[in-house]
Structure formats: C-alpha cells, structure tokens
C-alpha cells in the first residue's frame, strides 16, 4: 500500500485505565464499560443495555450460525461462500486439515478457480471481546485474496462508537493482496518489505486479531495446495552448559546479543523530545539453558520449562525506561496483547493472556531495575528459535500539523548466537527489499539506457 492514511484516535486518560482492565465489554458480564473520546467521557451501561444480536443494523453482531457449521461437510450449504468467491458456480465439499472448500467454476464447471476457508476452522484468536471473529475467506489460485465477509463477531466496541462498517472496511484492504506479502496492521516499510494496513482507531485489539485470522488462515490453506511452500525450520538444539562454568552475566549477554534492546523516542512518535525514549525495552530467549537460567534463575527457569510443551518457546520483556506500556492500556482477561508481536519470515505471533506470565525478578547480575516485565510463550510449532525473528511494538504516531495518529510498529531483530546452539546458526537467506527487487527486475534497462 502506498502511503498509509491516517486514523484518528481519542486515547484513554490515565486515571481511567485501570477500569479498563477492569471491567470487559463483553456479554458475559453485569456490566459494559464504553469510552466515547473528550465529549462523553467513560461510562458503564447495565446488561440490559447491552446490543441484542443485530443491534444498531449490524448484520454480524453476535449471529446466530448454523450449529453443525463446524462439521458439515457441504460448508457453502450453510454460509454465503459466492459472497467471497463470486466467480464460483459451485463448490466442493470440505477437505484437507485445516479444512477448506474449493470454488469451481470455467467452462464445464469443474475448474478449481480458488479456495474458501472458515477462519475458526484454522485458528481461534480472540478479538478485544475474547471471542474470535467468525470469518469467511475467499484466496485465489495464486494466493490473492478475492473476498472477506465478517459471519459473526461478539465487539459491542463496534456498535458503542465505532460502526460494524468500519471493520468491513477494513476487510477489504485486504482484496487484491497476496498471502504472499507480508502484512501488518500500520505504515508500510518497503525497506522490510512489509505492506502496512489501516488501524481502526479504539479498535486495535480487534484489528491486529484479524490480520492475524486473515493472514493466519490463508497461508495454512496455501500451504496445502502448494501456493506456499511450506516452512523448513530444522529444530533448535541447545548448548548444554558444562559443568562449574559460572552462567554469564546481564552485560556479557548483551555483548554476545542474548539479550537485545528496542528505544522508541519521542520524536519516533510524533511527540517532543524529553531526554527520555519514550518507550526501552529490553528482551530474549529464554529456552537456552545456559541464557535462561542466567536471566530468571536455576530455580526459576526450571519451573518454566517444566510447564512448557515440546515445541514450545518463551521470551522476556523488561521495560527499562519510558511510560508506555508494551501490554497496552487496552488489554482484557481473555484477549490479546495488541502492543507487542514476534514475527519470524512472514509469520507473525500474537500473545492472549494464556501465553503470559509474571516475571517477578532478573537473577542476572547487572541487570538494570525495570517498572514493567512479563514472559511470553510462543506455542506456534511454526516458530524455530534457530532462525532470527523480530520483536515489534505497536505505537500511535502522532502527526502534529493534523492532530492524527497513526498505527506504525517499531521492529528490533533478535538471533540467538551461535555460541549456545548446537552446530551455530543455520543458513538463512534473506529476502531482497524492495527497492533491489525493482533494481533488479529493471537492470537491463538501466545498463542500456547507462551506454
């Protein structure tokens, strides 16, 4: 996308965030919490004043689907799948794993055109609601996404203030572009190669569930039918400490790149410079048994691993310095962290409240004191601690001549150094960015047009 729009945003003061965290818009409690910007300020609504299903013109708003939809075979039976794949005459019954319909069409009807995926069906990740967003997705047979409808979603945060439109809209950024690309909610960053979407403002949790749902469902469904090829992260193997060296300290692992740090500053954000960042944060893996229990402790990590599942990685974010907070203002039992991401290649990983815990202290000496911390499990198999991957945090960026803010991310790499992994770190190949592949593609045009 070229130049990304600004979104509006009316940020929650301080002295109210705790009844944010406290109170769920949800229809699971007695009451409602809404923030309506400068004017209405906040407000709680009783149950009773609650949106019924369809309330305000939503056609989606807690729907009432067919019951067997998880299981019957004749999917398109039972959802609209024409309305995401409208150059389909017909389509097939469900199958692979995760499932997916294919949308046949041509002249004798029988040509595979694309595919059709129910996003639950693939993955359950809860919007701000705690529940998923029930989408219908159409992919082309070269990976393009064609059509997105919204079956079901449980956001009263989309009728209180922010219209159910607003996610369509949303949606539909979405046509035309490839599970190929990599795309995240925020500004585009050519130079990573990454195609950036609108936000809806007072609306991120939502919005980052749902590039995940999309993104998330199309690659495992292109996967499938060989769109993508799928991904070959050989396992990590770990370095296994010998026996009366001393576990290395705080500094010595942020010279050997174990420990890793991502600064925002003020400016970064549109906001003026104070002489602090606005936002420090230090982070790492923490499954080397030698980096692990150098940063939470022998005690400490053994516990921790004990209650990981094979496959499983978990990370350590301390904030150092600055008064944002990487879990967001916003976050609700049941929902996901919509500040911080991992992305490795072109996946990206969200954390719900499952996949955290407390981190009460760092044993590490010469750690620095820290005012916000957490550990983070990544249970994606998807994810090889090997490779490298990036830690982002979601930011608004203010622009100061319009008074709009826009959603952008701030990305800081981390690789596990050679030294703690069996055979050092295995070949990567990197993709080119943008502006090489373009330089390129246009070579010989540029010689002949250089003589």
């Known amino acids: 996308m070229a130049g990304s729009r600004a979104v509006m945003s009316s940020p929650v ?32 609504r009783p149950a009773s004043a609650r949106p019924a299903a369809g309330a305000g013109g939503s056609q989606a708003y807690e729907a009432n689907l067919p019951p067997d939809l998880a299981t019957a075979p004749d999917m398109c039976a039972l959802v609209p799948c024409k309305d995401v794949f409208p150059g389909a005459t017909s389509f097939s019954q469900r199958k692979g794993q995760p499932p997916y319909v294919e949308a046949l069409g041509g002249p004798d009807g029988k040509q595979v055109l694309g595919y059709v995926m129910l996003s639950t069906d693939i993955t359950d990740t ?103 090829k799928p991904i070959e992260r050989k396992p990590v193997q770990y370095v296994e400490p010998k026996a009366g060296e001393p576990l290395p300290d705080w500094n010595t692992l942020v010279k050997q790149g174990a420990i890793q740090k991502l600064v925002v500053q003020p400016q970064q954000v549109g906001l003026d410079a104070t002489g602090s960042p606005f936002i420090e944060l230090w982070y790492g893996s923490l499954n080397s048994p030698i980096v692990g229990p150098a940063i939470l402790g022998e005690n400490t990590w053994q516990n921790l691993r004990e209650n990981l599942k094979e496959g499983e990685n978990a990370i350590f974010i301390i904030r150092t310095d600055g008064k ?23 996946d990206s990983f969200t954390f719900r409240d499952t996949d955290a815990q407390n981190l009460y202290s760092i044993k590490a000496k010469g750690a620095p004191s820290y005012s916000e911390s957490g550990i983070f499990i990544i249970r994606s198999k998807g994810f090889s601690a090997a490779y490298p991957w990036k830690l982002s945090f979601l930011g608004n960026k203010l622009d100061r001549s319009t008074g709009t803010k826009t959603f952008t991310a701030f990305e800081s790499e981390y690789w596990l150094p050679a030294q703690y992994l069996v055979g050092g770190h295995p070949k990567v190949v990197r993709p080119d960015p943008a502006w090489l592949k373009q330089w390129k593609a246009k070579w010989v045009q540029l010689v002949l047009f250089g003589i």
């Open 324 to 346: 944002e907070s990487f879990k967001g203002s916003g976050f609700v039992r049941g929902g996901i962290y919509d500040r911080i991401q991992v992305h490795q290649g072109n």
């Open 126 to 228: 809860p919007a701000y609601s705690g529940k998923p967003v029930v989408t219908l997705i159409g992919m082309d047979k070269e990976g393009k996404y064609v059509g997105v409808k919204v079956l079901k979603h449980s956001e009263p945060i989309l009728l209180l203030g922010i219209p159910e439109s607003a996610l369509l809209k949303f949606n539909d950024q979405y046509l035309g572009r490839s599970v190929k690309d990599n795309i995240e909610v925020g500004q585009s960053r050519p130079e990573d190669n990454v195609i950036g979407v609108d936000a809806i403002s007072g609306a991120t949790v939502t919005v980052v569930a749902q590039n995940q749902v999309i993104m998330t469902s199309g690659a495992a469904v292109a996967r499938q039918v060989g769109i993508l």
């Open 13 to 44: 003061p301080g002295h109210f965030r705790w009844m944010m965290n406290s109170f769920r818009i949800s229809a699971r409690h007695e009451m409602d919490l809404s923030w309506e910007g400068a004017v209405g300020g906040c407000r709680l």
